[in-house]
């Protein structure tokens, strides 16, 4: 229920839902979008309040104001729609439409207040609404739509003030009558207080608008620099991709899977359970797998922010083919090293930091027995005596204890293996 609630809100009062937010006008597109929502939760608010409004009051006028009410909202909502919905890619028919609904969300509160001011038990509720309206529009984070309905919405403040509040006209005061007791009567003294506590609140708002517009613009800004750096990381990252998976190593799939079938064998000797094991095969076999991020070499840079989850799924694979091709390199290294004679301690030190994991060790042994097995360009064909001296006498460094004395406990098992494929 809690996930539900959540993805509901998200929906269609999440603010950055699904959009791209260093994209200004998708950004005020989503903010028309869920102001229109809360627009129509408002819509149905004051249609409540007008209908407990006529049950309490029971007169006709009443009741006709509340049919009203419920047959001008929804057109007014369908209205934003079509606005919002008229052109996305327009900031300025997106503004217009911005401009249209915190025009309306105040203008409905103060006719709100009007129709309920005079009613005891609602005067502050519909005052209220005053306040909830600017919170409303401050949403938007725009601190120019702000300054700019300052005055408006001032004047209408103080308008309702004098006319609804505290109606002067029904005193019967003269201009200057009227300024001459302002400041001894108590009830022009809560127009004022009134007034500025707007005022205060207002900038308050803007201030809250300002800080978060500050952020947000510096955080638009950031996102835009790490774009460009994941852009240019793709980039080589896909240039590094094709150099790897162009080097051939993938096209021996006798010699991989050889590798992997003595890897599994000693794997079980060395006590892995299923679960490892599987594993153990899928990063012995993965480089077999290249096909799966070889599309990566035709997608454009800029795709891989926008499809992060595919992406992220195949980088997955690359990773892992990545570290698979390094153990291959690093067996081809060691024997190219002891057939030059060029092994020492710094070498030697250099390889075993090089994934020193009991999981690639499996594979590195498994890929050294095979190779010094197998005649390369470089190298004659070794006995399985031979290479079982080597692996006693300089190769036992590389390995773990207890790894390479469960490999030669069972020597005769891998010849066995290795002389079936």
């Known amino acids: 229920m809690k996930k539900f609630i959540i993805k509901l809100y998200n929906k269609y009062f999440g603010f950055e839902e699904g959009i791209d937010i260093t994209d200004e006008c998708q950004l005020l597109v989503r903010r028309n979008i869920v102001i229109k929502n809360i627009i129509l939760v408002s819509n149905l608010l004051y249609s409540v309040l007008f209908l407990v409004l006529s049950i309490y009051t029971n007169t006709s006028t009443n009741w006709l104001f509340t049919v009203l009410t419920f047959g001008i909202t929804y057109p007014i909502n369908r209205l934003l729609k079509r606005l919002i919905n008229l052109d996305k890619n327009d900031k300025t028919k997106q503004k217009i439409a911005t401009y249209i609904a915190s025009f309306y969300m105040f203008l409905s509160v103060i006719l709100v207040y009007i129709k309920v001011y005079n009613i005891e038990s609602f005067t502050v509720g519909g005052y209220i609404l005053i306040y909830y309206a600017l919170m409303v529009i401050s949403l938007y984070q725009d601190k120019r739509l702000l300054l700019e309905c300052f005055g408006s919405l001032l004047a209408g403040i103080t308008i309702i003030h004098f006319t609804c509040t505290y109606p002067i006209y029904n005193e019967g005061y003269t201009f200057v009558s009227f300024f001459k007791m302002f400041f001894t009567e108590s009830k022009f003294g809560d127009i004022v207080l009134r007034t500025v506590i707007f005022i205060v609140y207002y900038f308050v708002l803007y201030a809250i608008v300002s800080i978060g517009n500050y952020m947000q613009q510096e955080r638009i800004k950031e996102l835009s620099k790490r774009k460009e750096v994941q852009e240019d990381f793709a980039s080589i990252v896909k240039n590094l991709f094709g150099v790897v998976l ?176």
């Open 246 to 421: 162009y080097n051939g190593l993938w096209n021996n799939e006798v010699k991989i899977k050889q590798v992997s079938t003595i890897a599994m064998q000693l794997a079980r000797y060395y006590g892995y359970n299923e679960k490892s094991l599987q594993e153990l095969q899928n990063f012995s076999l993965s480089v077999l797998e290249f096909q799966k991020i070889y599309d990566l070499l035709n997608i454009n840079p800029s795709l891989f922010v926008k499809e992060y989850d595919l992406i992220k799924a195949q980088t997955e694979v690359g990773s892992m083919i990545a570290k698979r091709l390094q153990l291959s390199q690093k067996c081809e290294i060691i024997v190219r090293k002891h057939e030059e004679g060029a092994q020492n301690e710094s070498f030697t030190a250099d390889m075993k930091k090089m994934q020193g994991d009991i999981s690639s060790q499996i594979i590195l042994l498994s890929d050294l027995y095979i190779t010094l097995r197998n005649a390369q360009t470089y190298k004659r064909p070794l006995s399985h005596s031979q290479t079982i001296k080597l692996f006693n006498e300089q190769f036992n460094i590389y390995f773990e204890y207890d790894l390479k004395e469960r490999f030669l406990s069972f020597e005769h098992e891998f010849e066995k293996t290795y002389n079936n494929f």
